[in-house]
């Protein structure tokens, strides 16, 4: 485990500047995920950290040391990728085993090793089949546990997830972010989904462009945005301007009623509904402008239908002020 620094780190792929200068700083033991766009570089970072990559500036340092001239298979690292990549001609045993074939540990250590890999990913049962016998779950418990097996100082994830349907991936999640607590490893997360992000981080990495547009929690990035781009891609987010000051206010913040409220700073008309289970979103049409505003379903709240002419209002406290 290791806490890690990233310092001026530069990218470039002929004349395209893929990461501009990053500085960041990773607590031991913390899990980060680097979220953005597709090619805003995310990949690249993970690619950099892991040494596939040589950086044109910039270092990275595992506590104090830099590792920019360490090789690949010297800087102990994990990873785990979309493709789980397992060895196929090789049984799940087998597979978490060859890391620490590799490192020349005794055959009786590495039997404890995976055993205990087995058990932390719930695939003891599954230890003499090969991975086409697998489901899309089970291989990627297979290949978080051949990650882990070696005891690695930094864990990357490249969108680990992403091929598990909607079900099985919140499954995994949940699973995720248990099994990285106990284990307590440094780990990068690349995705591009926010809610995964949220659901799964200490910190977010919010990157545009080959730039960090901001770090925090998933409570100060949603809550907190700095910028436009930080509100919009964390979630939805209505703007306006005051004052020359430009300003968000989230939809689930803002509340709509068919009566005037103490807070009501608006009326417009209903233009578009949407249902979806818990929640009801509402597009509204205020003057020349859309103001979106989501709210739990509860049952005894009246009945709000397209068309209706609706107060709408939000406390002051709600309203985010963002960098122009
Ligand atoms: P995605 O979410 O689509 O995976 P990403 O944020 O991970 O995207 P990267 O894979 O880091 O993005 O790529 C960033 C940019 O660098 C892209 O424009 C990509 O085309 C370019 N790029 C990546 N690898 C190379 C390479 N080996 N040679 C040239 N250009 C590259």
């Not at 989904?193 to 960090?212: C, F, K, P, R, W």
């Amino acid at each position: 485990m290791a806490k890690v620094t990233i310092n001026n780190l530069t990218k470039l792929f002929g004349d395209n500047i893929v990461v501009n200068d990053i500085s960041v700083e990773i607590p031991d033991g913390t899990l980060v995920s680097i979220l953005g766009p597709s090619g805003c570089g995310k990949t690249t970072i993970l690619r950099m950290i892991a040494g596939f990559e040589v950086p044109q500036a910039g270092e990275i340092f595992f506590d104090d040391q830099p590792i920019t001239g360490i090789s690949v298979n010297k800087r102990n690292i994990g990873m785990v990728f979309q493709s789980y990549a397992l060895f196929p001609h090789m049984t799940v045993a087998e597979n978490i085993a060859y890391g620490l074939e590799q490192r020349k540990l005794s055959k009786n250590e590495i039997r404890v090793k995976v055993n205990a890999a087995l058990e932390m990913v719930h695939m003891e049962d599954y230890a003499e089949r090969k991975p086409k016998q697998l489901s899309g779950g089970q291989q990627q418990r297979v290949a978080l546990a051949r990650a882990l097996v070696i005891e690695p100082r930094v864990l990357l994830l490249d969108e680990c997830l992403s091929a598990l349907d909607k079900k099985l991936r919140v499954e995994m999640q949940l699973e995720l972010r248990k099994i990285l607590e106990e284990t307590g490893v440094t780990t990068f997360f690349v995705t591009h989904d926010q809610e995964e992000a949220m659901t799964l981080s200490d910190y977010i990495i919010v990157m545009n462009n080959g730039i960090i547009e901001q770090m925090g929690t998933p409570f100060e990035v949603y809550e907190k945005p700095k910028n436009t781009f930080v509100a919009s891609f964390l979630g939805k987010a209505n703007f306006f301007e005051r004052n020359q000051k430009l300003y968000a206010v989230r939809p689930e913040k803002v509340s709509v009623s068919k009566e005037r409220m103490d807070n009501t700073k608006k009326i417009g008309r209903v233009s578009f509904i949407t249902y979806s289970g818990s929640i009801t979103s509402y597009t509204i049409q205020v003057e020349d402008k859309v103001i979106i505003a989501q709210q739990q379903n509860t049952s005894e709240k009246g009945q709000i239908n397209k068309g209706d002419t609706v107060y709408i209002g939000w406390d002051e406290l709600a309203q985010i002020s963002l960098e122009a």
